[in-house]
């Protein structure tokens, strides 16, 4: 069965850091871009950042530039990262992490369609 598990949120101060990670099982995504998106109730899912397959570039939201960072490491099953710093309130949401649906994908793309595995989320609040 094929899983993709976040860990690393919580409940954190506006200004704080946080460093979510997911975790994949049941196959190797090394071929595929990998994405976070974030969601709050009552509004669609949104693209947070996502990274190439071989690392070459990474894509960000203009909300998060500057402020989060996204990496992979192919090489363990601890897939991508996402190092959030100076967070704010307008941070907080459910944040989940994305599998491309196809390999080798030329760009990147914020369509949370054009992404087919996901994990179940993990929460993110920033008090402010």
């Known amino acids: 069965q094929v899983q993709l598990v976040e860990s690393g949120g919580g409940l954190v101060q506006a200004g704080d850091s946080l460093r979510l990670s997911c975790a994949a099982s049941?196959?190797?995504?090394?071929?595929?871009?990998m994405a976070w998106f974030r969601q709050t109730t009552g509004k669609e899912r949104e693209f947070v950042v996502a990274?190439?397959?071989?690392?070459?570039?990474?894509?960000y939201a203009d909300s998060v530039k500057g402020r989060f960072t996204i990496s992979r490491d192919n090489a363990k099953n601890t897939v991508v990262a996402l190092q959030m710093n100076s967070l704010k309130s307008e941070d907080t949401a459910v944040y989940y992490c994305a599998a491309d649906r196809r390999p080798f994908r030329p760009s990147i793309s914020q369509a949370p369609s054009e992404y087919n595995y996901w994990g179940q989320g993990t929460q993110v609040t920033v008090s402010s």
């Open positions: 990274i190439k397959w071989n690392n070459a570039s990474a894509d």
């Open positions: 049941g196959r190797t995504f090394s071929s595929y871009a």
